[in-house]
């Protein structure tokens, strides 16, 4: 019954290695995000995608990829981790008209490198 | 551009003493405002919203906040507090023009004493 759901909660790995992150919606939303929290708790968002495509890319490495192979899932892929990478990643999903709904926000994955 | 002061990264208060967390907005158009609570290792969840409806708005767990434009304001309050409001706060704001883009504070973590 979960409403954004994000695998997995937690993951450890080694510098330069390479991970993916899932996240699925089953709310019917057509819009979906990642967002960075810093160890300070600071949000930043990272990416957005409307229907598959991508429509907001923020300032972050291209190690960073994201992947929508559909409008219930958007997936995070990194490429050659480094000690900075270190931090909770939310994906999170709206209606277009989300600016009046709000966002729906999965549970994080905390992603530490060694 | 938008962005969101959060005043006071950590606020301690009494068990049944008035728990105010204040919020100041930045947005060269009509905003959205949002506050949303994080309870330890779970994701965001909203509190409430202000949409350009009533400025006084209610939420869940007896939390309310009030728009005030001429002060760019959004501050969130509860008469009293509980145990149970232990967790960190984020105030947030997006507009229309914002594409849906919630921008967020650095968040406030409420402390509640016995």
């Known amino acids: 019954d979960t409403a954004v759901s994000q695998t997995p909660k937690y993951l450890v790995t080694q510098m330069g290695n390479d991970k993916s992150i899932k996240c699925e919606q089953n709310l019917g939303h057509d819009t979906m995000y990642w967002y960075k929290q810093d160890s300070k708790k600071f949000l930043k968002i990272m990416f957005s995608?409307?229907?598959?495509?991508?429509?907001i890319n923020e300032t972050v490495p291209n190690r960073f990829s994201p992947k929508s192979p559909d409008k219930a899932h958007l997936n995070l892929h990194i490429n050659s981790l480094e000690l900075g990478d270190s931090a909770v990643y939310f994906c999170?999903?709206?209606?277009?008209?989300?600016?009046?709904?709000?966002?729906?926000f999965g549970s994080g994955t905390r992603l530490t490198v060694v | 551009a938008q962005s969101v002061t959060q005043l006071g990264s950590h606020v301690s208060v009494s068990e049944g003493a008035l728990v105010l967390l204040r919020c100041n907005y930045s947005?060269?158009?009509?905003?959205?405002l949002f506050w949303y609570v994080q309870y330890p290792n779970q994701g965001l969840q909203l509190l409430l919203k202000?949409?350009?409806?009533?400025?006084l708005v209610k939420g869940i767990n007896g939390f309310e906040a009030e728009f005030k434009k001429s002060e760019t304001s959004f501050h969130l309050t509860k008469p009293s507090a509980h145990m149970s409001d232990a967790a960190e706060y984020f105030c947030a704001v997006t507009s229309k023009a914002a594409g849906n883009k919630l921008t967020f504070g650095g968040g406030t973590r409420v402390l509640v004493k016995p």
């Open positions: 947005s060269s158009v009509p905003p959205y």
């Open positions: 995608y409307n229907n598959k495509e991508l429509i």
């Open positions: 999170a999903s709206s209606q277009e008209t989300g600016v009046l709904s709000g966002y729906t």
């Open positions: 202000y949409t350009s409806a009533a400025t």
